[in-house]
């Protein structure tokens, strides 16, 4: 705990240190004291606005120096708590250390700094004729920064794979100041330890990524999507190998149970269920196609002749972006019902695709016995093996509870308690549920040495 005097030390140093970049007391608005998950707020003593990576590898020389926790801050869209400060952290944002440094066609890459919002990322690329493929709900807010802390997944990991394999080379801050620049911008580097995965999806505990270059793709020339109704899982897993087969770049392959739409369409007026009559599974898909084959006819055909197996038992095929767009308000209608609700178990769990039948089914029926006002939805990135669920009462204390019955469920059959949002504060005692005691103890290795006076995100992951 630090005195108020040597608080003020601090402060008064800081500011000499880093002048017009750090913050006190009530110069710091609300917005950097929580993330996105909205639990356990603490308003930092002290924030500073990096704009460079010398700004931060002086911050963390002085914090090391001192023993001072740091808490990287991105645009704080997370949902495991990461980001939140704890007592007596400084909060490090990277928000002003934004932009794009480098466009690179014929490499077909993009290089920005970690502050960079995503949708800025996406559309830079998009003006230079490229794709950056990574995409999610928060892209307008989200940080590439955090993405990449985060290793985030989204809408089209199935063909183009977490964000991981999106990044090519990176710039990052370690604990004592150190700055590691390695702005790799070739696919292949076989020199030694590819040192960038040490960033990647630490969550911020291992160093503070800067700068970073990204995979660029080329764009799409066809986009094709349609809402497709099943009446059996079985079916939802034929109906993906098959599209797999037909086309290259099955982009999304979104899951829905029906009492995921029925609670979206009941919680959003200006979302409607497309289909008159209700079906147990719904997935919307896109596929995309190049110059040579998938237009709307042969995606039309396509989904017609699994109709015809009975496979797929009903579909509506987008005639436009509008309708496409459509579609996508259903699957992110969960945004809703994030900020409606309040005592929420929010789920991003893993499990194989040839257990998630039965994990659903088996997790619904212990809640449901032992909470009687359960409200129970399940949806996810289902080709990725991903699933959220949202699970509620109403009661504070029934949160915990059914964070465990889950999550004993996820260890039991081989899944993970996070795909995508990462462990965070918030999975933390859940972290033995999905990994060995081994690999526990190598992880703590690696932060030891790394930062070995735990001064970054402490008490995140481990
Ligand atoms: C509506 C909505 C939809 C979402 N959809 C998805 C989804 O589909 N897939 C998915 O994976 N996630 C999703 N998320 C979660 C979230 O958007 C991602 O985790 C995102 O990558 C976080 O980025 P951020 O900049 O907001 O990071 P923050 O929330 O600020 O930070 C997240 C973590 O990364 C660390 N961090 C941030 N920046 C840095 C940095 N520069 N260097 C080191 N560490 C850093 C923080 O300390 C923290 O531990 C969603 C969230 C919302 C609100």
Redesign the pocket.
Known sequence: MLSGSMLKNHQRALKELLPGRVFVGHEISDKYSV??SAENACRPSILVRAKSVDDVSLLLEYCNAHRLAV??????????G??TPQANEIALS?ELCTGITDVDVDSMTISAF??TPLAAIQQAALDAGYCFPLD???RD???I??????N????QVLSYGMTRALVLGIE?VTADGSIIRSMNKMLKNNAGYDLKHL?IGS??TL????EVVLRMYPLAVTKNSALCAFDKFSDVVDFLHSMQRSFSRVTAFELMWSNYIDIVVDRNPSIKDPFIKKYPLYVLIEVEGNKVSSGQQEFEQLLFEEMETGKVVDAVVAQSKADADKFWDIR?GV?AI?SQVQYRANF?VGVPVSKMEGFIERVECLLSKKFENLMFCAFGHMADGNLHILAWTGVAADVENIYRIVYEVIGEIGGTVTA???V?VMKRKYLSYCRSSEEISLMETLKKALDPNNIL?PE?IL
């Open positions: 993330d996105w808490v990287t801050q991105g645009g704080l869209t997370g949902l495991a990461g980001a990277l970690a502050g999610l709900g928060a807010s989200c940080t920064g955090g993405n990449v802390a985060t985030a997944g989204g809408n990052a960033f969550e911020g160093g503070v990524v800067t992110d945004i994030l991003d995508e949002h990462g965070g995100n995140r």
